[in-house]
């Protein structure tokens, strides 16, 4: 029941920015309540918005932008069934660290990462190899 979306507009701002990456979780139909924020995708719409709900009437949802700026309206009113789930987590940022492993020293680094993983199961391979041979070892010793 979750879902990662990369924040392209600043609707929410300040809550949630440009570049951020947010985790969405399905919740039931009935969890849905004013003040949370929610992402949804409706019937016909080729990407989902994130909005805070302003006001629910029965399975009716009305959401709304936080950037006072840009939104100073509600948004056209939906059913409820077309919430993909509430934002649960913010990765403030996320941006940054893409463009940090799109860039060359991000490459080496995840380079040197995936080499020092590699060898350091190659060398707990041999420390567990080398603790059976002792093992065996003190059993020939004791027969």
């Known amino acids: 029941g979750y879902s990662f979306?990369?924040?392209?507009?600043?609707?929410?701002?300040?809550?949630?920015?440009v570049g951020d990456l947010i985790v969405v979780k399905e919740f039931d139909s009935d969890h849905y309540q004013e003040g949370m924020n929610v992402t949804y995708l409706l019937e016909g719409a080729k990407s989902t918005v994130t909005h805070q709900i302003v006001k629910r009437e029965g399975?009716?949802?009305?959401?709304?932008?936080?950037?006072?700026e840009t939104n100073n309206t509600d948004d056209e009113p939906f059913d409820v069934s077309c919430i993909v789930g509430?934002?649960?987590h913010v990765w403030k940022n996320y941006y940054k660290f893409i463009n940090f492993v799109k860039s060359p020293?991000?490459?080496?680094?995840?380079?040197?990462?995936?080499?020092?993983?590699?060898?350091?199961?190659?060398?707990l391979d041999k420390v567990i190899l080398k603790k059976e041979e002792n093992k065996e070892i003190e059993k020939e010793k004791e027969v």
């Open 105 to 123: 020293l991000g490459i080496i680094c995840l380079a040197l990462i995936g080499f020092g993983v590699v060898e350091g199961i190659g060398l």
């Open 86 to 88: 509430e934002v649960v």
């Open 5 to 17: 979306y990369y924040v392209e507009t600043g609707s929410m701002m300040p809550i949630i920015n």
């Open 59 to 68: 399975n009716i949802i009305t959401t709304r932008g936080m950037n006072a």
